[in-house]
């Protein structure tokens, strides 16, 4: 079991160091070769040995850490972490790090329970590139609900400002700004939104109108990353102006509630969140999923917009896929490909 934790850290090592965190990529790997040895890392780890990969063992792990930088309470290592003002450097933080696990487990520990949580801003661009080409086929108001929509900063995607191939859209004074957003098949930048409903479900709701909410979506963030922390502490400014309920409930829960409306839009959204389902939840989703869109008409269309790792085909190699399927008709679509933290968007739509 431990050889296997040891090889889940290295793979979530090689995914940081691809895609742009040097920093997480090499403290995960000093992590994964401190796996079965005595101390505060193995410590640590060793009841999480029979995790599986969407776990996210590592990113719990690092993130519970990252917190206790970013509220102070980690002053030796913070003098290594970007997020902070530090410079980073593995040799030197190392002895910092292990000191910390050792003096602080219990709260890693527990923090470590928790599965990540970022509500990646970043993905917005898919999820707007989307909706932009579906109201161009749809021109009605649009009814928005999201699933796992953490502290539902995407519900807000509409404020955010997106530069990319055809051109720039949103608020050009938005405080959260993509760019580049989008790359590839042009995007119908002339297209208006017009959000008359935002609603998200998650069972772990984050209130970034509170310090400890803003807290829990920033240790998540890699602290190397500054441009996404930069866009994460201006969407906490757009959600404290833009009301976005989000409800503590299931996924299954808030899709068994929809109905559509005549003369509305109804969209239904997520983003990396199908890996955290369980199968019985994955099937009631898709079971009314189905159900609306076999109630669509042209008067009430329905859609299903997606950013998720995805296959094309069975035995297709996941990536992670933006993909659109809307009735009356039921017809899917990959629409263009990204990366994990969702810019920029490759349309091939």
């Known amino acids: 079991m431990l050889d296997r934790l040891s090889g889940l850290l290295r793979h979530q090592a090689d995914a940081a160091e691809r ?20 101390g505060p890392v193995s410590r ?42 530090g410079t980073w450097d593995l040799d030197a933080a190392w002895p910092a790090f292990v000191a910390l696990l050792d003096e602080r487990h219990d709260d890693v520990a527990r923090w470590m329970r ?8 970043g993905r917005a661009a898919a999820l707007v590139g989307g909706l932009l080409r579906l109201v161009d086929h749809h021109p009605l108001p649009v009814r928005l609900y999201e699933l796992g929509a953490s502290a539902g900063l995407n519900l807000r995607a509409d404020r955010f400002r997106y530069e990319g191939a055809g051109g720039g859209w949103g608020p050009v004074d938005s405080p959260v700004r993509l760019d580049p957003a989008w790359a590839g098949v042009t995007t119908p930048v002339d297209g208006r939104l017009d959000l008359v409903e935002r609603v998200g479900c998650d069972p772990d709701p984050v209130d970034t109108g509170t310090a400890e909410g803003r807290l829990v979506l920033m240790s998540y963030v890699w602290p190397d990353q500054a441009v996404r922390l930069d866009r994460l502490r201006g969407a906490f400014r757009v959600a404290a102006e833009v009301p976005a309920p989000v409800r503590q409930q299931s996924a299954a829960e808030l899709v ?24 019985t939840e994955k099937d009631a989703v898709d079971h009314d999923v189905h159900r ?52 920029p968007v490759r349309w091939e739509r």
Do not use: C, K
């Not at 928790?114 to 801003?121: A, G, K, L, M, W």
């Open 114 to 121: 928790r599965p990540p949580q970022t509500n990646e801003v």
């Open 256 to 279: 068994a509630g929809l109905d559509l409306v005549d003369e509305t839009l109804t969209l239904l959204w997520h983003s990396v969140i199908w890996q955290y389902l369980g199968r």
């Open 292 to 343: 609306l869109g076999a109630s669509a008409t042209d008067r009430a269309p329905f859609a299903h917009l997606f950013l998720e790792p995805w296959r094309r085909t069975p035995e297709a190699e996941h990536e992670f896929l933006v993909v659109l399927e809307h009735w009356p008709g039921g017809e899917r679509t990959v629409l263009g490909q990204t990366h994990p933290h969702g810019v």
């Open 44 to 85: 640590v780890l060793e009841p999480h040995a029979d995790a599986t990969g969407p776990a996210a063992t590592g990113l719990r792990l690092l993130g519970a850490v990252h917190r206790l930088v970013l509220d102070g309470s980690a002053r030796d290592l913070a003098r290594y972490y970007p997020s902070v003002g």
């Open 19 to 38: 895609h742009g965190s040097p920093m997480y990529g090499a403290l995960l790997q000093r992590n994964a070769a401190e796996v079965g040895r005595a």
